[in-house]
């Protein structure tokens, strides 16, 4: 009789919200790290954006919307794609010593 454990396929170990993220190869790993940091750019850029534009609204000064992509997007997307680039890149150093 299988267990639980052994039917799952993929390892326990890296695992968010269920994603087996522990067996993926240096280019996945490399592409979920990429698509990461466009997604957190353009969704940092996106808030950013509309606070400016709520603030332009609201204290009626001009705004300089390239700050929503230069001091908001491009610093958070450089944040995730370090971090999520060492979360995977740590991944699969861990599986290739394990073989």
Known sequence: MMTQAQQI?????GRI??????DLGW???LLMTLASGFLV???ATFVG???LLFYGAFSHKAVDYTVAYMKIGIPA???ALVVVGS???TLWVK???RK
Do not use: C, E, N
């Not at 396929?9 to 170990?13: L, R």
């Not at 919200?17 to 522990?22: A, L």
């Open 9 to 13: 396929p993929g390892s326990s170990h």
């Open 17 to 22: 919200f269920g994603v087996p993220f522990g």
């Open 27 to 29: 280019f996945a790993s």
């Open 41 to 43: 750019f353009f969704a």
């Open 49 to 51: 954006i509309f606070s």
């Open 77 to 79: 997307g450089a944040v």
């Open 87 to 89: 979360f995977l890149g």
């Open 95 to 97: 599986r290739i010593i």
